[in-house]
Every structure is written in structure tokens, then in C-alpha cells.
């Protein structure tokens, strides 16, 4: 089973900062099955990119994604007040899908 | 547009079967893959297994021998029975769509979660 490891743990920014959040998978994820959640309280995650750099619909472009093999990023250009939240990387390249245990980014 | 919603129990008694239902509406169940995924409070996130429309399944093989993933395509819906559970899996159950038809796809569309406890 592929381990990701998402770093670090909690991310404290200020609006308008830039956030670096990272996922490093225990073995490579084959073809950049890779993906990003966003989860706030009480809600479901919801899927922000796919692909390791796609856009899922509907999600700012203040929202990219990057990497390959076994490291990858997302990066929130400036953050706005509704994106303090905490992230999930998933890889869906080799079953079992697995997920990060998570970043949460919280409000300096 | 397509929107999931999770049905079943809210409270399970340790030993017994776990049983949830995920109805599909706005949209057809046909042609996609549909997974549960589950997340105990305050932790991360766990895949339990998807199913496809020709009843296919893959599930994780740390909850493999008790998880039985089935598909109702007439009736829009998949469910999930998770047998022998105990207090660790008290967790947020969540169904979700592969967003386009194809196993390892990400999960574009979620329920809301249900809330299961395994208690006595």
C-alpha cells in the first residue's frame, strides 16, 4: 500500500499569505493519480485537483497543484478567509486508494 | 446535478452488521464507479472499497474480509454491510462517485456523511 505523508501538520497564515503544502508518497503514483481535498467542519471533502495540476470544476484558480512521482504540492496563492480549512492528498494509481492524514491550514 | 445521500442506522451494536444505503439522484448510476469512504472523528480518511455497475468490486484489503459493497441499478442505489464491527469502526461513512467511468479516478462528487457509532 502506497503511505502519503502530508507536511506539516498545521499551516498558520494570514489572508492574502501564500500557502506550500506538501504530499510525499512512499512509492511512486503511477501516471500523477493524484489528488486534493478540501474538508471544512461538518462537511464532506470536496475534490479541488485531480491529475496532480488539474482544476476540478468550479475551483479558483488561486488553487494549483504540481509534482510527480513521489512528491507534490498544492499551493494557495492568497489565501481567503473561506479557504482555512484542512487539506487531503489521494493517490488512486495503486489500490488500495490510500489518503494523507491531512494539513490544516488555520488563521495566523 | 448529481447529489448523494447516505441512509442507515446511527447506532450499531458491537458484533452486528453495519448496513448503509447511498441513493443517487439527478443523474444515473450507470457507467461510473461509487466507493465508501469512511473517517473516524477527528482523524483522516479511509477507503473502504468501490463497485462498479456490473457489480464488480475492489475493496481494502485491511477490511476485506468483513465488507460486502453491493450496486441496485434500478433502484439508483449501491449500499454497504460491514460485518463483526467493533468501537473502532464508530466513523463518519461517506459514499462518493469516480468522476468519470474508470476505477482510479479521484472522487468528484460525495454525500454528506452519516454518523455511525458502534456501542452497546
Known amino acids: 500500500e502506497i503511505v502519503l505523508t502530508q507536511s506539516p501538520g498545521t499551516l498558520s497564515l494570514s489572508p492574502g499569505e501564500r500557502a506550500t503544502l506538501s504530499c510525499r508518497a512512499s512509492?511512486?503514483?503511477?501516471?500523477?493519480?493524484l489528488a486534493w481535498y478540501q474538508q471544512k467542519p461538518g462537511q464532506a471533502p470536496r475534490l479541488l485537483i485531480y491529475?496532480?495540476?488539474s482544476r476540478a470544476t468550479g475551483i479558483p484558480d488561486r488553487f494549483s497543484g504540481s509534482g510527480s512521482g513521489t512528491d507534490f504540492t498544492l499551493t494557495i496563492s492568497r489565501l481567503e478567509p473561506e479557504d482555512f480549512a484542512v487539506y487531503y492528498c489521494?493517490?488512486?494509481?495503486?489500490?488500495?486508494?490510500?489518503f494523507g492524514q491531512g494539513t490544516k491550514v488555520e488563521i495566523k | 446535478q448529481v447529489q448523494l445521500q447516505e441512509s442507515g442506522p446511527g447506532l450499531v451494536q458491537p458484533s452486528e452488521t453495519l448496513s448503509l444505503t447511498c441513493t443517487v439522484s439527478?443523474?444515473?448510476?450507470?457507467?461510473?464507479?461509487w466507493s465508501w469512504i469512511r473517517q473516524p472523528p477527528g482523524k483522516g480518511l479511509e477507503w473502504i472499497g468501490h463497485i462498479d455497475t456490473s457489480g464488480s468490486t475492489n475493496y481494502n484489503p485491511s477490511l476485506k474480509s468483513r465488507v460486502t459493497i453491493s450496486i441496485y441499478t434500478s433502484k439508483n442505489q449501491f449500499s454497504l454491510r460491514l460485518s463483526s464491527v467493533t468501537p473502532a469502526d464508530t466513523a463518519i461513512y461517506y459514499c462518493a462517485r469516480h468522476m468519470s467511468p474508470g476505477a482510479r479516478r479521484a472522487f468528484d462528487i460525495w454525500g454528506q456523511g452519516t454518523m455511525v457509532t458502534v456501542s452497546s
Open positions: 512509492q511512486s503514483v503511477s501516471t500523477t493519480y
Open positions: 491529475g496532480a495540476s
Open positions: 439527478g443523474g444515473s448510476i450507470s457507467s461510473f464507479y
Open positions: 489521494q493517490q488512486y494509481g495503486s489500490s488500495p486508494w490510500t
